[in-house]
């Protein structure tokens, strides 16, 4: 069984082909706006969107070549229907639709969170149910993977989403965009100890997050260095030190929270899993890992290169879901919001 998938809800467009037998990736094409993003800080959907026009068609000709497989060898066409910026999407599910129809395919919309959370079963065996960290530059969730289709939120951001706040974080000591990867960076030259952050939430019950305070308390800390003509490259990576301590911290201490709320619930030896592109982390894996092991979970997190936006992990909740007949029709509507767990917006707010 093999599946085209399509990813264009953000800044990344990208294409691939994945079959259900070994190896599963056939191809897995991800072509990065960064550059044309980076004058502006962070990404424009407008110019987002127009980069997906001009090059999805290109690279869905590049990931069928490199798969060796022909239109007549797909058993169907996924792309992520949502959420994200919606001009994006809309491209992606347009060339969908337009595949499915032309080739008599099934045409199968994903949720890009689906994407993220199901993804660590293309690379590894992983049973259902699993506790699942899905930490992205928009979203940030503990979320209990029952089943395809199946979730169950325990937690969710009351303000911003951890990548933000490494985005935001890095914006603010002058480090570049995209933020994660250039706190991850500065913070191994910097001590944590020099300028401490605040514990967002520190001590509070629940899985719930907040990272507003901590980009206030990090902007006040900068400005006060910059008066004083003392925020220099060390300062700079100590507070990028302090800032991804503070996160991990953070992020560490609503997981171990889930984490018994979801051992009550689904039992012992299971998974904690974490998705999205700040899973990419190197501090945030080794503490997810140590956590896990308290509980005695197994840690499982996909590749860096498969925690990051790409179409593999589309192709791959479209394998899933065909599986199952779980089809859509070419009359499904893009959406800029779609909650995993729909009941859960009711819960939280
Ligand atoms: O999943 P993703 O590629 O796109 C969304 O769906 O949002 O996640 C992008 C986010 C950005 O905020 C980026 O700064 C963050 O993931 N990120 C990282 C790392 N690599 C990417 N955050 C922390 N450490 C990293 N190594
Ligand atoms: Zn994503």
């Excluded at 001590?203 to 003392?230: I, M, V």
Aim: aromatic letters at 6%; a neutral charge; proline letters at 6%.
């Amino acid at each position: 069984m093999l599946v085209l998938g399509i990813e264009t809800s953000c800044d990344e467009t990208a294409a691939a082909v994945v079959a259900d037998g070994h190896p599963r990736i056939r191809a897995d094409l991800v072509l990065s706006q960064l550059a044309e993003h980076r004058p502006y800080g962070g990404v424009v959907p407008e110019i987002a969107a127009r980069a997906h026009l001009d090059h999805l068609d290109g690279l869905i000709a590049r990931a069928l070549k490199e798969s060796g497989a022909g239109w007549a060898d797909l058993a169907a066409v996924a792309a992520t229907g949502g959420p994200g910026l919606i001009g994006g999407v809309m491209v992606g599910v347009m060339e969908a639709k337009a595949i499915s129809y032309a080739r008599q395919l099934p045409f199968i919309a994903v949720n890009h969170l689906e994407g993220h959370a199901l993804a660590p079963r293309l690379v590894e065996e992983l049973a259902f149910p699993y506790l699942l960290l899905l930490v992205s530059g928009g979203h940030c969730q503990l979320v209990a993977i029952e089943d395809v289709g199946a979730y169950r939120r325990l937690g969710t951001t009351m303000d911003d989403a951890a990548g933000e706040c490494f985005d935001k974080g890095a914006k603010l000591l002058g480090l570049g965009w995209p933020g994660g990867p250039a706190i991850e960076a500065a913070a191994k030259t910097g001590d944590a100890r020099r300028f401490p952050l605040p514990r967002p939430l520190a001590g509070k019950p629940g899985c719930d997050f907040s990272f507003s305070g901590l980009k206030t308390a990090l902007a006040e800390k900068t400005r006060d260095l910059a008066d004083h003509n003392r925020l220099d490259a060390q300062a700079r990576a100590d507070l990028a030190a302090s800032l991804q301590h503070a996160i991990v911290a953070h992020l560490a201490d609503r997981v171990a929270h889930a984490l018994k709320q979801f051992h009550l619930q689904y039992g012992p030896d299971r998974a904690l899993v974490a998705s999205g592109g700040v899973a990419a982390n190197d501090a945030l894996r080794a503490r997810l890992e140590t956590l896990a092991a308290e509980e005695g979970y197994r840690f499982v997190a996909p590749p860096p290169r498969l925690c990051t936006d790409n179409a593999a992990m589309i192709a791959w909740a479209g394998i899933e879901r065909l599986k199952r007949g779980l089809t859509d029709s070419l009359d499904f509507a893009p959406r800029p919001r779609w909650p995993l767990d729909p009941a859960a917006r009711a819960r939280v707010s």
